[in-house]
Structure formats: C-alpha cells, structure tokens
Nanobody, 128 residues
Framework: QVQVVESGGGAVQAGGSLRLSCTVS????????MAWFRQAPGKERREGVS?????????LYADSVKGRFTISRDNAKNTVYLRVSSLKPEDTAMYYC????????????????????WGQGTQVTVSS
C-alpha cells in the first residue's frame, strides 16, 4: 500500500520561509517523478508548483514561484522537499505532494492526471 505523507506547513508572515517534506512508502521511490501542487482557497483546481525527476537532475517551477521555491529529493530517505521562501499572501494554499511515472510525457509535468499517488496535503498560510 502506497502512502504519501506531507509535513512542514504552517502559518508565517510575508517574507518568511518554510521547508515542506513529503515521505513516500510502499513503492520504489527512486523510480518515481515527484511534484508539488497547491490549491488556493476558493480555487477549484490545483496548480502545479514544482517538479523533480527520478534522480533529481531535472527540475521545473511554475512562473509564480521561480526564484523563491526550491525542490529537492533524497532517494535514500524516500523524501522530497520543497523549500518555500520569500512567501507572499498569494502563496496561501494547501500543498500536495504527488508521485508519477519515472519518465513523464513531455509537457505533462504539471498535469494532475499524470500522477497516480497523492498525499493529503499540508497547509501553508501567509499573512501580510
């Protein structure tokens, strides 16, 4: 049984930082692409935030977070991280971690349908 568990969210003031963690069990972590998505209050859909390939050699970021967020992974610990810095109130959202196939279809890196396993989310709230 695959389990995806996020942690590290919280309430911070604008300009602050957090490190989100996501630990996965029940699959060969090193064989999976990982990504972070978020869903803001009142929004129907989740937004792709960052992606990292199976061995950590390739990463992508949404334009809205480039230069502020950093994704990384430790395959020995079955964990992916998202360092979120210079936070803005508009970053307030539930942040979800997702696991997808080792080789993603080009251009589909932020497509929810590509990811089979999801966590329950960790809340990030940024006050001004």
């Amino acid at each position: 049984q695959v389990q995806v568990v996020e942690s590290g969210g919280g309430a911070v003031q604008a300009g602050g930082s957090l490190r989100l963690s996501c630990t996965v069990s029940g699959l060969r972590f090193g064989d999976y692409t990982m990504a972070w998505f978020r869903q803001a209050p009142g929004k129907e859909r989740r937004e792709g935030v960052s992606y990292i390939n199976w061995d950590g050699t390739s990463t992508l970021y949404a334009d809205s977070v480039k230069g502020r967020f950093t994704i990384s992974r430790d395959n020995a610990k079955n964990t992916v991280y998202l360092r979120v810095s210079s936070l803005k109130p508009e970053d307030t959202a539930m942040y979800y971690c997702a696991a997808g196939p080792r080789f993603m279809r080009i251009g589909r890196y932020f497509s929810e349908r590509e990811y089979a396993y999801w966590g329950q989310g960790t809340q990030v709230t940024v006050s001004s």
